[in-house]
């Protein structure tokens, strides 16, 4: 059974930095793109980041590019998202999410992590 | 490439048959999912490649169109498809969500 939990989340001051973390099981990790999407209290959902199987692939939003890095430990089935310079405006439900071989949307998505950012 | 939901909401009765439509602001051939989102829950994969049903997702849903257009429609709503659906684009990056749109209980 596919597994994503996140964690890091928590409240921070604007212009602070929070590090997520998406622990995975029950799947070939590192054969896998991964990626983070978000949710603003009471909002649609926006996509963050993605990254490739290897690592050696990453794109961004425009909104968070430049501020916001993914990586991920193929050794330890774990993907992360470092968070800086954060402002009120990211504050959101992260979640992070497997993507199929073939498409870049997500066939399976953890619980969630909420950041929430103080002006 | 911007999505485009409507309704915004929805209200109908068990066992009504809905459909939720989705404009793509440019051509995304068939790369276009479909997410159900219940309260207070993460999203989950319905639909992917315009039609085809994720792993245990009732044969109820379906989805359809191509180019900039699309739809999902619900044949007989039962009280748990009662949600936030969204769709988006997987053709091109940044990807990008419909705004969602919420099918509540008459």
């Known amino acids: 059974e596919v597994q994503l939990l996140e964690s890091g989340g928590g409240m921070v001051q604007a212009g602070g930095s929070l590090r997520l973390s998406c622990a995975t099981s029950?799947?070939?990790?590192?054969?896998?793109?991964m990626g983070w999407a978000r949710q603003p209290p009471g909002k649609g959902l926006e996509w963050v980041s993605t990254i490739s199987d290897s690592g050696a692939g990453t794109f961004y939003a425009d909104s968070v590019k430049g501020r916001f890095t993914i990586s991920r430990d193929n050794s330890k089935k774990t993907l992360f998202l470092q968070m800086n310079s954060l402002t009120a405006e990211d504050t959101a439900i992260y979640y992070c999410g497997k993507f199929p071989f073939w498409g870049w949307f997500f066939d399976f998505w953890g619980p969630g992590s909420l950041v929430s950012v103080s002006s | 490439i911007q999505m485009t939901q409507s309704p915004a909401s929805l209200s109908a009765s068990v066992g009504d048959t809905v459909t939720i439509t989705c404009r793509a602001s440019?051509?995304?051939?068939?790369?276009l999912a479909w997410f159900q989102q219940k309260p207070g829950e993460a999203p989950k994969s319905l639909i992917y490649?315009?039609?085809s049903l994720q792993s245990g997702v009732p044969s109820r849903f379906s989805g359809g169109g191509s180019g900039t257009d699309f739809a999902l429609t619900i044949s007989g709503l039962y009280p748990e498809d009662f949600a936030t659906y969204y769709c988006?684009?997987?053709?091109?990056?940044?990807?990008?969500f419909g705004g969602g749109t919420k099918v509540e209980i008459k």
């Open positions: 988006q684009q997987y053709k091109a990056f940044p990807l990008t």
């Open positions: 440019q051509d995304i051939t068939n790369h």
């Open positions: 490649a315009t039609s």
């Open positions: 029950g799947f070939n990790f590192g054969s896998y793109g």
